[in-house]
């Protein structure tokens, strides 16, 4: 059985301008990196050490100063603008520190938002549907029409889990997801994440400080003097 590659990175380097001399920084070094499908891995490493800007490469967010992405078999420098927006919007989804829930839109509003930029145009009662019962799935679908600012921490974080997976990505990218969680909501988004993953055959990559998180992943990878290494 021939296994589908959801990202592969090949001898990516990426540097940003380091205060006001002129000079540079580099983040990170010839990094190679394959991600199947379904799998799920956690990258750490000290604050600064490039962990967020590989994250923002793979998610077509940044683009690498050499060195190739592909997502899904595709040549991510080979396409436009709108291109890259249409695939972020079908093939990945985000999930950051803070949920960044409109707290004027109820739950199932922020949670159907990311349809709207899909390149096609989506089935409004199918995305409802999905909707409805990924929040259930998460255990707050009762809390469909309420606003952000009426659900706990947790919660909110589990609707903006939701809202990255409305659109079937292949691709799920966390960033410190459980940063702003006390220690049991974090242990629950945790369990949360790895359940989807397996359920919705979902690649998840975890870029986190929290050993008990980053340890519950199927491959465990750190970021030092900007080359990628395998833990275990």
């Not at 960033?175 to 690649?203: K, V």
């Amino acid at each position: 059985m021939v296994e589908t590659m959801i990202v592969e990175l090949s001898s990516v380097s990426k540097s940003f301008r380091d205060g006001n001399d002129g000079g540079k920084r580099r983040v990170l070094e010839n990094v190679s990196l394959s991600v199947k499908s379904g799998e799920s891995l956690s990258v750490v490493g000290h604050s600064g050490c490039g962990k967020s800007t590989l994250l923002n490469l793979m998610g077509i967010l940044d683009v690498p100063d050499s060195g190739s992405i592909f997502i899904n078999g595709q040549d991510t420098s080979k396409l436009s603008a709108k291109a890259s927006a249409s695939m972020r919007a079908s093939d990945i989804g985000f999930v950051f520190q803070s949920h960044h829930l409109l707290p004027q839109a109820t739950v199932l509003e922020n949670v159907k938002l990311p349809s709207l930029a899909l390149p096609e145009k989506a089935d409004p009662q199918q995305v409802e549907s999905r909707a409805l019962d990924l929040l259930s799935q998460v255990g707050i679908g009762d809390h469909a029409n309420q606003f952000p600012g009426q659900l706990s921490g947790g919660e909110r974080q589990r609707a903006a889990v939701v809202r990255a997976l409305i659109n079937k990505p292949s691709l799920l990218l966390a960033d410190e997801p459980t940063g702003a969680l006390d220690a049991g909501n974090a242990d629950e988004l945790a369990e949360l994440l790895l359940d989807l993953n397996e359920r919705e055959g979902i690649s998840l990559v975890v870029v986190t400080h929290n050993d008990d998180l980053a340890a519950k992943m199927g491959r465990k990878l750190t970021i030092q003097s900007g080359e990628l290494h395998e833990l275990r």
